[in-house]
């Protein structure tokens, strides 16, 4: 993939450069700001009237012309103004709106369209949109919600059976993306509350610390992680959706049937769509699957910031150890400075001296001796004979299971995924992904004589290949043309 600092414009991030003695980087990404609220849903652009005054509203009301005004002469040193900016004399708001849209025009934040009626049209380009709406994304601070997204995976893989329009390869593809962004979407919150406890440590005063746990973290974290405890929780869709998508990974026909039509909605081969879809499936399933430890840290570091924010507070508002004398030394001097204005008592607003009840000693207040426990006798640990009908059952889901982790079918379809129309495929042309897992590498060469599958195993001259830390002598696996491998095609090779 290309880098994008190779297709943006070169100094597309001068505008927001803070070097330099005057910088205006936070006025010119409120004023994109803007123009992007305005140019987002606008199919025809802008017309340059309303971009300069929308330019010229903002910097009337935030009162920065005259910063506006010493950039531009500080880009005129040394260079006479007529070149630069023909704008002699007073200026006005139109004036400094106009150089406003010239240095957007320069760093490539927008494009400047001149019709044949010597109209201008301002337009964003596309990746102005993509950065403009981070930034606002970033500006508005709202808290991430999971809200819909599993549900819209649950219902996409669930509705198979209900849907007569179902399109299977949108459902996956949909499904996919859903769940993607469920778990980056978990991934940031995560690192989000992790930055909270890092900043509840910081905090150097107790409003600062009030205003971050029941301003700030309460309505920018507080309703995603609720959600995420109930009416969003991974477990109400998590089994359902392995359910059905374990069902489609064992049944040849779908896979055939959706990667067809994936191959008929993109550039894509049947044998690439096939792949692209148990890519999907897989990563649903492994991503589902593996969200308890990131569901735990999560729950371990929101508690971490409630004891860690609450601890500052109470830190702040008593003070370090020791502070009980430094309590009672401005005790003293209260109560010297009382003495001095002449009073003999205390005051009437004053608080009351607090008294701690003594009760009379009773018969649990003397020393009683240890009484020595009874030995511990764990009881007898009897195991169970199991009858030789129930052995032969669970013999049978072991093996029914096993099945379904690798079967002929299932290693037939993934082996023909990597021939992409040619007869012959030699060990070093397989994917890397495959080379580097020996399970499956062993089981492929397994399954070669195997009289379900169609392909076969040839042993290759030349040198053996590496294999991770194994070598392994070169062969080459073979797709018969009519599609069912026979021992008398090795005898003819």
Same mark, same amino acid.
């Given at each position: 993939?290309?880098?994008?600092?190779?297709?943006?414009?070169?100094?597309?991030?001068?505008?927001?450069?803070?070097?330099?003695?005057?910088?205006?980087?936070?006025?010119?990404?409120?004023?994109?700001?803007?123009?992007?609220?305005?140019?987002?849903?606008?199919?025809?652009?802008?017309?340059?009237?309303?971009?300069?005054?929308?330019?010229?509203?903002?910097?009337?009301?935030?009162?920065?012309?005259?910063?506006?005004?010493?950039?531009?002469?500080?880009?005129?040193?040394?260079?006479?103004?007529?070149?630069?900016?023909?704008?002699?004399?007073?200026?006005?708001?139109?004036?400094?709106?106009?150089?406003?849209?010239?240095?957007?025009?320069?760093?490539?934040?927008?494009?400047?369209?001149?019709?044949?009626?010597?109209?201008?049209?301002?337009?964003?380009?596309?990746?102005?949109?993509?950065?403009?709406?981070?930034?606002?994304?970033?500006?508005?601070?709202?808290?991430?919600?999971?809200?819909?997204?599993?549900?819209?995976?649950?219902?996409?893989?669930?509705?198979?059976?209900?849907?007569?329009?179902?399109?299977?390869?949108?459902?996956?593809?949909?499904?996919?993306?859903?769940?993607?962004?469920?778990?980056?979407?978990?991934?940031?919150?995560?690192?989000?509350?992790?930055?909270?406890?890092?900043?509840?440590?910081?905090?150097?005063?107790?409003?600062?610390?009030?205003?971050?746990?029941?301003?700030?973290?309460?309505?920018?974290?507080?309703?995603?992680?609720?959600?995420?405890?109930?009416?969003?929780?991974?477990?109400?869709?998590?089994?359902?959706?392995?359910?059905?998508?374990?069902?489609?990974?064992?049944?040849?026909?779908?896979?055939?049937?959706?990667?067809?039509?994936?191959?008929?909605?993109?550039?894509?081969?049947?044998?690439?769509?096939?792949?692209?879809?148990?890519?999907?499936?897989?990563?649903?399933?492994?991503?589902?699957?593996?969200?308890?430890?990131?569901?735990?840290?999560?729950?371990?570091? #929101?508690?971490?910031?409630?004891?860690?924010?609450?601890?500052?507070?109470?830190?702040?508002?008593?003070?370090?150890?020791?502070?009980?004398?430094?309590?009672?030394?401005?005790?003293?001097?209260?109560?010297?400075?009382?003495?001095?204005?002449?009073?003999?008592?205390?005051?009437?607003?004053?608080?009351?001296?607090?008294?701690?009840?003594?009760?009379?000693?009773?018969?649990?207040?003397?020393?009683?001796?240890?009484?020595?426990?009874?030995?511990?006798?764990?009881?007898?640990?009897?195991?169970?004979?199991?009858?030789?009908?129930?052995?032969?059952?669970?013999?049978?889901?072991?093996?029914?299971?096993?099945?379904?982790?690798?079967?002929?079918?299932?290693?037939?379809?993934?082996?023909?995924?990597?021939?992409?129309? #040619?007869?012959?495929?030699?060990?070093?042309?397989?994917?890397?992904?495959?080379?580097?897992?020996?399970?499956?590498?062993?089981?492929?060469?397994?399954?070669?004589?195997?009289?379900?599958?169609?392909?076969?195993?040839?042993?290759?001259?030349?040198?053996?290949?590496?294999?991770?830390?194994?070598?392994?002598?070169?062969?080459?696996?073979?797709?018969?043309?009519?599609?069912?491998?026979?021992?008398?095609?090795?005898?003819?090779?």
């Amino acid at each position: 993939m290309a880098n994008p600092f190779d297709i943006l414009p070169g100094n597309l991030f001068n505008l927001l450069s803070t070097q330099g003695r005057i910088t205006l980087q936070r006025h010119y990404i409120a004023i994109l700001l803007r123009l992007y609220g305005l140019a987002e849903f606008n199919r025809f652009g802008l017309m340059r009237e309303v971009a300069a005054a929308e330019i010229a509203d903002y910097l009337k009301t935030t009162g920065v012309e005259a910063e506006v005004a010493a950039e531009i002469e500080a880009n005129l040193d040394g260079v006479s103004e007529e070149s630069v900016n023909p704008i002699n004399g007073q200026k006005s708001a139109q004036d400094y709106a106009s150089y406003v849209l010239r240095r957007l025009a320069e760093t490539g934040w927008i494009e400047r369209e001149q019709h044949a009626d010597y109209s201008e049209t301002i337009i964003l380009p596309d990746y102005a949109f993509t950065l403009l709406e981070a930034f606002r994304a970033i500006q508005e601070q709202k808290p991430r919600e999971f809200t819909g997204q599993l549900y819209t995976a649950h219902q996409l893989i669930t509705s198979a059976n209900t849907n007569k329009d179902f399109s299977p390869a949108l459902a996956v593809t949909q499904a996919y993306e859903n769940v993607r962004q469920v778990v980056r979407g978990l991934s940031e919150l995560n690192q989000n509350i992790r930055r909270y406890v890092e900043r509840a440590i910081r905090e150097p005063d107790v409003a600062s610390l009030v205003h971050l746990q029941f301003d700030d973290y309460v309505h920018t974290l507080g309703p995603t992680y609720h959600a995420l405890k109930t009416s969003d929780h991974v477990s109400r869709y998590r089994r359902d959706i392995i359910t059905q998508i374990q069902i489609w990974q064992n049944d040849a026909n779908w896979l055939d049937r959706t990667a067809e039509e994936m191959a008929a909605q993109s550039r894509l081969s049947p044998a690439q769509a096939e792949q692209e879809i148990g890519h999907y499936l897989q990563f649903i399933t492994h991503q589902l699957e593996g969200l308890d430890p990131v569901l735990d840290d999560i729950d371990h570091r #929101h508690a971490a910031y409630l004891r860690s924010s609450f601890r500052q507070i109470r830190y702040q508002l008593s003070g370090a150890d020791g502070s009980f004398k430094d309590r009672l030394g401005s005790l003293a001097k209260m109560l010297a400075g009382l003495a001095d204005e002449g009073y003999l008592e205390l005051p009437e607003e004053a608080p009351g001296l607090r008294q701690t009840p003594i009760d009379l000693p009773d018969l649990h207040s003397y020393y009683t001796p240890p009484t020595r426990r009874a030995p511990f006798k764990p009881d007898d640990i009897v195991l169970p004979t199991l009858h030789p009908d129930e052995l032969l059952a669970l013999q049978s889901l072991m093996m029914q299971d096993v099945t379904q982790a690798f079967s002929p079918e299932k290693v037939d379809r993934k082996v023909l995924g990597f021939f992409n129309g #040619h007869q012959r495929l030699n060990v070093s042309e397989l994917p890397s992904d495959v080379l580097e897992d020996l399970h499956w590498l062993t089981t492929i060469i397994a399954y070669a004589h195997h009289p379900d599958v169609s392909y076969g195993l040839l042993v290759a001259g030349g040198e053996p290949v590496m294999v991770g830390s194994y070598r392994v002598a070169s062969f080459d696996l073979v797709k018969n043309k009519d599609g069912c491998w026979r021992e008398t095609d090795a005898v003819q090779h």
